[in-house]
């Protein structure tokens, strides 16, 4: 009995002890997060954690506010087997990528910060890559139309990187209204040397994007005119409309950055993300007002736009093209995006849901694995 009695005494001594040992462990990283918020907080509102669109790069071309840049190349780098040690030269795929944004947002959406981008992504797997700058529309630019952004700048850029690199071959990927760019220019100048075209969040039945369809349609008029009246519309504006869209997360981001104040690289992310979503540009008057009535009044996108003296139909498309949707996206919603396959002619198609909202669909935490990577991979055999 005595012997029971002292094996139970120190068992429970033991447990005991790791309680304790468990308590300041806990007491410990509750004490080093605590620290780490302070510093991270501190850190989030002097601005100072994040640089985006820090990727080096060089102008190639430029025509007033359009730039074209490209990407450096990566450095030789040395690696040791053994005693020996080789450089090993970079190699880039013989098809470049030219990435083309939306209107209202600024190009580093595709790079926003080094740990998390799109271009460092396409560098690393081998590929060229191109970035298009339409710059920010100031009052001169209130006359400018999509036909000048398709007809003029898009051929202009893809003229560039065919300069820069002596291919004629090249890969189109663009974000939301950077994807329906890529579209119609390759449709309207019936560009056969575009290889592959990579949609990301593009809506085309513009009938199915849910609530903005009905707001559109309700207060068409009325936008177009109160356009007249302003002009460009700022950059704010178009900021506090995507934002009211996800009202909820919204207030919720804030509560969710306060428990992940002591992780820095969620800190990185939500200052990236912030910084970049607070930075939206003026949208231009006539274009704004043509995507009102030809897109989301008329729905032309899925039947024809007449651009000068061209017609875009996404049925002239022929080439590789992927398309990706968010599968929670309100603006871009999978109804609208998926009409494509019923759209193009390509034969080599294919239509991907991936996690995430508008945004998250781009520059969420699941971009990398499921948009990037997928990408990457998707063009890697359709650029030798």
């Avoid at 006539?286 to 009535?293: E, L, R, S, T, Y």
């Avoid at 969420?364 to 997928?374: C, F, L, M, N, Y």
């Amino acid at each position: 009995m005595n012997i029971g009695r002292d094996v139970y005494t120190s068992r429970m001594v033991f447990l005991d002890e790791r309680r304790r040992r468990f308590g300041r462990k806990l007491a410990r990283r509750a004490a080093d997060r605590a620290l780490l918020r302070f510093v991270n907080g501190m850190q989030l509102l002097m601005g100072g954690l994040t640089e985006v669109g820090d990727t080096p790069k060089d102008v190639v071309f430029q025509d007033r506010k359009l730039k074209v840049f490209r990407y450096r190349v990566r450095e030789p780098e040395e690696v040791e087997i053994g005693t020996e040690t080789f450089l090993i030269e970079p190699r880039s795929l013989p098809v470049p990528v030219l990435l083309v944004p939306p209107l209202m947002v600024r190009p580093y959406v595709y790079d926003l910060r080094a740990e998390h981008s799109l271009v460092r992504a396409l560098r690393r797997a081998g590929y060229d890559v191109f970035l298009v700058d339409f710059g920010v529309p100031d009052r001169e630019d209130a006359v400018v139309r999509l036909d000048d952004y398709v007809l003029d700048y898009m051929a202009k850029a893809v003229a560039a990187v065919r300069r820069e690199t002596g291919r004629e071959d090249l890969s189109l990927a663009g974000y939301c209204m950077g994807g329906i760019f890529c579209l119609l220019y390759t449709s309207a100048w019936d560009d056969q040397r575009v290889r592959n075209i990579v949609t990301i969040a593009s809506p085309i039945d513009f009938s199915r994007m849910g609530l903005i369809t009905f707001l559109a349609r309700v207060a068409n008029r009325e936008v177009r005119f109160l356009a007249d009246r302003i002009g460009n519309i700022p950059g704010f504006i178009n900021s506090q409309a995507l934002k009211l869209l996800a009202p909820i997360k919204r207030f919720t981001r804030y509560g969710d950055l306060f428990v992940n104040l002591w992780n820095e690289e969620y800190v990185r992310g939500f200052e990236s993300m912030s910084t970049w979503a607070n930075d939206f540009i003026p949208f231009p008057r006539d274009a704004f007002k043509q995507v009102m009535k030809e897109f989301m009044k008329d729905n032309k996108l899925i039947q024809e736009i007449h651009m000068g003296d061209r017609v875009a139909n996404l049925r002239k498309i022929t080439c590789s093209l992927l398309s990706f949707a968010g599968i929670d996206d309100g603006i871009a919603t999978p109804a609208s995006a998926r009409v494509i396959q019923n759209l193009c002619a390509s034969k080599d198609f294919e239509y991907v849901e991936v996690p995430g909202g508008h945004i998250g669909v781009i520059a969420g935490s699941t971009a990398p694995q499921a948009v990037w990577d997928r990408m990457a991979t998707w063009l890697r055999p359709r650029s030798i």
